[in-house]
């Protein structure tokens, strides 16, 4: 039995070390993804919720470590109410983490921006002229109406200069074919390719965490009452 719990004691100390590093690599990522956001996002105000995402990131790989500290603590300590309270809390920021790489994936896979949807109203308006939310996104993400730069024709429109690289379309090479439906997926699937491998990871070491904290808080228990029914 107290090989057993040991054992288990050292497993879990193992399992807490990397989620604290997990949690490390997760703030890691948050201020990356602040600092990946260009000026020219932030001047336009195309930041889409990115500087939201990276504050939660933050905060999130802030309470991993902290929660990996606390469990650390508890098994130091030996303490039964302590390791169900670490044990509690991992379920808590799996669940949390999930959740949030569910939204993720909602995003990069079928959720577009207000503003680029308003922008793709006023492409379909014969009557809009002028300019729109989506000129901002042709000119950041180097891409040309909705599906392709066809759409203008489509309209009888004439592609904006948004749709040309330096805003120069006296050179037909200079303009962008694709369209920013799939340029904006393809920039939501980047931005979030790593933040769903760090948070399957998470994911997978919280669960084992919590499962090795249950049964050694179990161990612990067992080896007391035998203790005390032998005295």
């Not at 995402?53 to 933050?58: D, E, G, P, V």
């Not at 067992?222 to 203790?227: F, P, Q, V, W």
Request: aromatic share 12%; with cysteine.
């Amino acid at each position: 039995m107290y090989c057993t719990t040991r054992l288990l004691r050292y497993v879990l100390c193992v399992i807490s070390g990397i989620c604290a590093l997990g949690g490390c690599l997760l703030i890691w990522y948050g201020a990356w993804l602040l600092d990946s956001l260009s000026e020219q996002q932030r001047v336009m105000g195309l930041d889409n919720g990115e500087d939201l995402a990276a504050y939660l990131c933050i905060l999130l790989g802030f309470v991993v470590v902290v929660a990996s500290i606390f469990g650390s603590v508890a098994v130091a300590k030996d303490s039964r109410s302590l390791l169900i309270c670490y044990a509690v809390l991992m379920v808590l920021l799996l669940i949390i983490q999930f959740v949030m790489v569910s939204i993720s994936y909602a995003a990069s896979r079928e959720s577009l921006p207000d503003s680029l949807r308003q922008g793709f109203d006023d492409l379909w308006d014969m009557g809009h002229e002028g300019n729109s939310t989506l000129h901002s996104y042709e000119e950041w993400l180097h891409c040309c109406g909705r599906n392709s730069a066809e759409d203008y024709l489509h309209v009888e429109k004439m592609p904006p200069a948004s749709c040309c690289l330096d805003r120069d379309c006296t050179q037909l090479m200079n303009l962008f074919m694709s369209g920013c439906e799939v340029k904006f997926k393809e920039y939501v699937s980047g931005k979030t390719a790593n933040f769903h491998t760090l948070s399957w990871f998470l994911i997978l070491f919280e669960f084992a965490g919590s499962v090795t904290t249950c049964y050694l808080a179990d161990s612990i228990r067992n080896h007391r009452d035998r203790i005390r029914f032998y005295n």
